[in-house]
């Protein structure tokens, strides 16, 4: 249909026989089954990797999606075709969504490799599917572009604007507090996710767009735009036309997804005060690139990026109000200065290019200047220490600043089930200025690094108005969550990491100023209690669950699996 370099439609990596020809004719008889015209079956072809499921509430609208991307191919010129992959839907995994993102980016790697397509149009949102899909379509390097379902609109509740989740963990410290009775959190229940689409605040599903739009690989303009809202389907057909002029340019993902873009992302990431999950996530989807992320550079840029974007969880607005806004372009826009403006975007211009275009429409309010930020420094810090000797990750951003320097006692929870049998204890030996400790909760656990590192302030405390305390795990936090929150720990408790070797009583010493993170037990006394550590709990002795546990990596490694990273790595 065209040269070796072009588009190969139908007939790209054909079936193998052992007669090409043969192999040639069966695909298009068989294709002819689908009721195309010969002529729409010699057009080059646009996958369009679809997420919907009912599984997956913050996907209800892909359908839609869809339909609008196949208009924008097929007025391009080109054919659609739609597939489907796994779907991650946040809250109805077991024992969490992270655990399965692996596997849905080896999906999607191996359906863009296995399938005749020139191009691929991702279409996630829930948190982890869009890391999933740019993992997938970066190691598969065939051109893509990433779409997202787009975020909830807010709900009311007796006249207050509420969104998921922010509100929904701000309802329940309220609810655990007293202040709150049982049918009134059933009525909040109800008006926290009122639409389609993913959490209305800048929580990981947000942040993840928002990183999209920052390396180039997603359509200018296009986090932010409410799932419901026209413009989302406009922005879906202008994917589907710009898919085609990536197929017909083979533009690779990997001219896209580079170390100066990647710069970019970590400072946007920082800008808008973003989940913590998305340094994990982006470090995974670098890592396919070959591309290595290093927690003591995402310190020097925090120190020079400040924080420009006053949504929740740390401010007041909520996705609807940055794309009215400005969107993430006034952020870019703002950060210019600090950018690399040659990096290459999916619509082939440079981000520099894309930022001179742009209309140029702010509400300070919701976006601030560079000169007047809403806090000097980034949303995130990385700690290191003898209790984090690979790093741990605080975000400073939704954090109180008046524990960020504290020495204290450490009351320590071993697993999940412990926290959750003692955290309300009458008896618990616990006060405000202790730091809680969660172990066994991180990437090599059998809980699968969970959003637990929120951990509850005990109810005796929280019902005597304490807010917020010094938490520490090696679990994650939602991005939607707030607090003074020390996450990450690497390497994790059930891969021996001295998180492991804390004890109730241990003196804890964290400096946010200084970076560091430490445990003030003698190196004999630590060596003491590892020779005692009960044996790591047993492999699981079949399917994903076997492969995960040989293959994850730790937390500054993105979580990914060792063998599905580029090889051989940047240094
Ligand atoms: Fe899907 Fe929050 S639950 S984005």
Redo the contacts with the bound molecule.
């Keep these: 249909m065209t040269d070796n370099h072009g588009p190969k439609g139908l007939e790209g990596g054909l079936t193998n026989y052992g007669d090409p020809d043969f192999a040639r004719y069966l695909r298009m008889s068989f294709a002819r089954s689908m009721g195309l015209s010969a002529e729409l079956l010699k057009k080059p072809v646009v996958g369009i990797a679809a997420t919907y499921s009912e599984f997956n509430?913050?996907h209800r609208l892909v359908p839609e999606l869809v339909a609008a991307v196949k208009r924008g191919v097929l007025a391009a010129g080109g054919l659609p075709l739609e597939f489907p992959t796994i779907s991650l839907?946040?809250?109805f995994l077991n024992p969490t969504s992270l655990f399965f993102r692996n596997l849905m980016a080896m999906d999607t790697e191996e359906m863009i490799r296995g399938q005749p397509m020139d191009a691929v149009v991702l279409i996630g949102?829930?948190?982890k599917t869009v890391p999933a899909q740019i993992m997938g379509a970066l190691s598969a390097n065939v051109p893509a572009i990433q779409l997202v379902t787009g975020p909830m609109m807010t709900g009311r509740w007796r006249g207050e604007k509420l969104g998921?989740?922010t509100d929904c963990r701000r309802f329940w410290a309220k609810y655990r507090a007293g202040d709150l009775a049982k049918d009134e959190i059933d009525s909040v229940e109800n008006s926290l996710s009122v639409t389609a689409g993913?959490?209305a605040v800048m929580?990981?599903?947000s942040t993840m767009a928002a990183i999209c739009e920052a390396l180039g690989i997603m359509l200018p303009g296009t986090a932010a735009i409410p799932a419901v809202h026209a413009d989302r389907l406009r922005a879906a057909e202008a994917t589907g036309k710009a898919a085609m002029r990536l197929a017909l340019e083979r533009l690779t993902p990997d001219r896209i997804i580079t170390e100066k873009s990647v710069q970019n992302a970590l400072r946007v990431l920082l800008a808008i005060g973003g989940s913590t999950n998305a340094i994990i996530h982006l470090t995974a989807m670098a890592g396919r690139a070959g591309i290595k992320v290093d927690l003591n550079e995402l310190n020097r840029l925090s120190d020079t990026t400040p924080v420009l974007v006053d949504l929740k969880p740390t401010g007041p607005f909520y996705m609807e109000d940055l794309h009215n806004g400005g969107g993430i372009g006034a952020v870019l826009r703002e950060l210019k200065p600090l950018l690399n403006l040659d990096c290459l975007t999916v619509t082939g211009e440079t981000l520099g290019e894309r930022l001179a275009a742009d209309d140029g429409y702010v509400d300070r309010e919701v976006v601030r200047t560079l000169a007047e930020p809403l806090q000097p420094h980034g949303g995130l810090v990385a700690l290191f220490g003898s209790l984090a000797p690979r790093g741990a990750i605080l975000k400073r951003a939704a954090a109180d600043p008046a524990l960020f320097e504290r020495e204290a006692r450490a009351v320590v929870f071993t697993s999940l089930e412990d926290l959750s049998a003692r955290i309300d204890d009458p008896d618990l030996d616990v006060t405000a200025d202790d730091i809680l400790v969660l172990q066994n909760a991180g990437p090599m656990s059998p809980s699968g690094m969970p959003e637990a590192g929120y951990l509850p302030i005990p109810s005796k405390l929280a019902k005597a108005g304490v807010k917020d305390m010094l938490r520490l795990s090696d679990a994650r936090m939602s991005g939607?969550a707030y607090g003074t929150v020390i996450l990450h720990v690497s390497p994790d408790a059930a891969s021996g990491g001295p998180i492991g070797l804390v004890r109730d009583g241990d003196r804890i010493r964290v400096s946010v100023a200084n970076r560091t993170l430490d445990l003030l037990v003698s190196a004999e006394e630590l060596a003491k209690r590892a020779a005692a550590a009960p044996p790591p709990a047993p492999e699981p002795v079949r399917g994903y669950a076997r492969l995960y546990r040989r293959e994850v990596l730790q937390a500054d490694e993105g979580c990914d699996f060792d063998f599905l990273r580029a090889q051989p790595a940047r240094p």
């Design positions: 509430n913050c839907g946040e809250v949102g829930c948190d998921a989740c993913t959490c929580g990981t599903a939607t």
